[in-house]
């Protein structure tokens, strides 16, 4: 369940908003590049590796499920030990379409990826815990990781938590914050520097979040390539883009290697009701800041957007799409008759893939879906009606609901 | 997502009250064995194969994560489509002890892998559905891989249903039926005569349950024993004992056809407040009936056993371990501060290993986490105090809570 760091061939940061800027690999910039960014954009860093020493049968063969060690040569130092993350299932909905179930991971979410590398991190820094912003999925995934790992855990959570969030964040020993939304980031940066904690998500102005967070996400892409090879397109749910943007160079690395000779399109989903990536595409802008309305999407309901979004859609030829809660709702359903109950924000993969009927795909697509149906909101707010254990009685409740028909 | 079902080399139903009794393999018993069975005790039946003709090679490797279809010969015909169910990771928790966390399964139980098998025996007799008596995870289970075959579902649950399992069943399309305990068995039987449907709980005074469904379990021990070989010892979460015997039947047939040289030890880990299994064992009788008292593991409180449990505890040389809420609510905790939220009844794997420090093993064990946290009565029920923003607020919280100590 550990790998040797040593077997990482991670060799630097290096800058997105310029990428003639490089950094030394330690220590993780957690704040985006200092030199291109400036008082209105943050940009990113991202990590780079000595490719040419990649083992020549990295990707051979259907990988076996041990956690993302088995990818280790292409991801920072995995210093923290793994609970068996990633390594998800491709389910098929339909002719040529599948769906990525990223529920089966240690905490029912993608972000398992995310945190084994972040995590990390903070043990190779010798920190003695992690702080991290999230009202959910991050949240839960950092404190199981780190708790793994044998280090404390924050998480600052927005007073709309959804309740058994709450639960499930406490339940790894994480010390949970409610606070006011907007006070979640500066609160986020003090605590990693008064208290010497890794800050495992953003704490800049528009979203960096962590260095080596968004390189655990590039191992979706090597699942999905040793099964199907490279689709036609991937439809991803859409929040700060850290998924998206690691899906993508995750393909653009197995292109650059000479596995594959073409990359998926990449369809970035959000809500409607935000939708700063979109806006930053629509405007030409390296970053968008837009006003949230309402959506029960609370897992990709974000005011502002990263740049690592904005180069995974160009990169890879893809494009926004912008989602409505009632169609959100659909595409939920849809994966619920079919035997996967996601989580309404989950949806969006396959609700992107049915708001672009329009589009033609040369090959199969896949539908990312994130994260399991018990962490919205609505869940446990309504109770079946009890029935009389008559049988007129209940046979009546089964005819009307179309059995035996 | 679909093999043919004639990969499978299951030739018969053979009685487990009298292994001399064996039946065609169509229609399924979903009554146990009606030869053997008296008015005191139902006798189920298991599923006969081939043993010749399992190909040489289907234990070689580490398998991929391709469902239980990898396994098809020595499965029930599978005439549903999967899930991608199966094929959850051993988790390492400490020296020589693993966890094989079965909430990584489509709707994150081990049920999964039962109702991959009921299911299908439903499709293959042209039933137009199935009908369950659950409060939990197999009623979940059964309605999202009806929904993936095309078939209609109907749960019968209990009034007490954690509010989260009431939503959960119903997001699979499955028509909910709240009834009181007692009515549950009588009406799932004349549900299931009345409409046609396939029953895929147990109808008998004594638990007998499908005779396809713990055919599934088997896979648990092929995975096993493709990590680690066979184990000295496996702890079983253990309400009616299907878990147990599926488990033990499969490291019977890896020793049956000379893969392994031993079967481990097999431990049925009970709560103490019910206990039929092991009231059974020391009376000497092949099922008991015991009052069930208070206990939050809801998911593993039963008042009757099967006869299946008695014969995997006996025929592998285990125990039965009876366990106390507060044995559970530790060992709970114990998995959650190793990364693994678990429902308490889950727990019961790990509680059991505890309980038994008397014991010496020969070898790797191993615990069996049935399910996902997410699952238990307190979910949702407690909240994080809010803070104010204010640092001194903030440093203060996480002072008191050890931080930076």
Known sequence: MTTDPAASLATAQRSLGDPALRYPLWPPLTSGCPKSSTDEVAYPVEVDYAYEHVPADLFDGR???TGLDRWAPLLPPLAAPGLGEGGTPLVELGPGVFVKDESRNPTWSHKDRL???TVSAAVACGAPGVVVASSGNHGASAAAFAARAGLRCVVLTSTGLPQAMDT????????VLPVPTEARWPLTRRIAEHFGLQPVSNVTRTHTGHAFGPEGYKTIAYE???ELGAPAAVFVPTGYGELLFGIGKGFAELHRLGVTDRVPRLFACEP?????L??????GLPAAHVDVGATDAYGIGCSVNGYRGVLAVRNSGGRPVLLTDEQLHAAQTELAHAGLWAELSASAGLAGLRACADEAFDGPVVCVSTSSGFKDRGVGKERSEPVSPEWTAVRGRLRAAGIGE
């Open 63 to 65: 990988p076996p499920r």
């Open 168 to 175: 499930f964040l406490r339940a790894y020993g994480a010390v």
């Open 272 to 276: 409607a009701a935000g939708g700063p």
């Open 224 to 226: 999905i390539h040793a």
């Open 278 to 283: 979109a806006a930053a595409l629509r405007q």
């Open 115 to 117: 945190n084994r590398c």
